[in-house]
């Protein structure tokens, strides 16, 4: 009798983990977000209340970030390695930047990227795209790396090339670049085809971008995952609606990404503090699943 009761206990457990295992797993990567449903949006992205910090970051960053500088960088980006390292010791060395640009938080760098992974995590969405969130910043490590100032590494991006969207968050200081007068560059196609495609234009150069193209050849990640990379800072594309004269039907497919994407990045910013030793075994089991050992930077 005592074995019976042994074995139907087992059985109604195993049932269980069952229910949970379909439950995740009928969580689709494009389902709407659960764990932000009651926040306060509101309080979010409120740039015109930012402190100067963030002010003065974003007339640097407009006013610099030219046709030109774009060119340069992605030159040298093509010959450089910067670095020889994996992915969680890349988060501990990233762990000693605060982004100027951003209004929302104030925390580490490997808390807000665990953060951003453990709201996915917390809704239920495929192991990939909780990577996507624990390294969708560590294109930061740009700073580390030799880069300008930070306005070449963080903060939202926008086309460069043609005419500076009235999208991007304070439009007025881009009067400062040199492309806002160029005769090109300042046209709304500017160097562009109607409809040409994301692929076929230049955003602004910062960690969006780099992240973007370190880990295209060197992970096992989805093209989804890629697409909240490259994308997650596109904020005058993927939020305000531009440059959609830009952009062609397979563009369609990364939008969908990165708004499911964005609001894990941006809401979480408020959630509980994380504790990233006790996180740690965790997420190295997933970094194992995507990436070699060591990756080149």
Not at 58 to 87: C, P, W
Request: with cysteine; charged share 30%; proline share 4%.
């Amino acid at each position: 009798m005592q074995l019976t009761e042994d074995l139907e206990t087992v059985s109604d457990a195993i049932d269980e983990v069952n229910k949970l295992k379909g439950s995740v797993a009928a969580r689709a990567w494009d389902e709407a977000s659960e764990f932000d449903t009651a926040k306060d949006k509101q309080t979010f992205r409120q740039y015109e209340d930012a402190c100067d910090r963030v002010k003065n970051f974003y007339k640097e960053q407009h006013e610099k970030q030219t046709v030109d500088f774009n060119l340069k960088i992605r030159a040298s980006f093509k010959k450089t390695v910067r670095a020889r390292m994996g992915i969680w010791e890349a988060m501990e060395k990233l762990n000693t930047l605060v982004d100027d640009s951003d209004p929302d938080t104030s925390v580490s760098q490997i808390e807000h990227l665990l953060q951003t992974a453990e709201a996915i995590r917390r809704d239920g969405k495929p192991e990939w795209m909780q990577v996507a969130g624990l390294v969708h910043d560590l294109g930061k490590l740009l700073y580390l790396f030799g880069s300008e100032g930070q306005w070449d590494v963080v903060g939202d991006t926008f086309v460069v090339g043609c005419k500076f969207s009235d999208k991007i968050i304070y439009p007025e200081t881009f009067t400062a670049n040199p492309d806002s007068q160029d005769p090109v560059y300042s046209t709304e196609y500017g160097v562009y085809q109607p409809h040409c495609g994301l692929d076929n234009v230049m955003l602004s150069w910062g960690h969006d971008e780099y992240l973007y193209h370190v880990l295209k050849n060197q992970s096992s990640l989805p093209e989804a995952a890629l697409h909240m990379i490259r994308y997650h800072s596109f904020y005058p594309w993927h939020r305000e609606g531009a440059y959609m004269h830009l952009t062609n039907a397979s563009d369609e497919r990364a939008l969908e990404a990165v708004r499911a994407f964005n609001p894990y990045d941006l809401y979480s910013k408020s959630d509980e503090p994380v504790e990233p030793e006790r996180l740690k075994p965790y997420y190295q089991g997933l970094i194992a699943k995507f990436f070699p050992e060591v990756i080149e930077w």
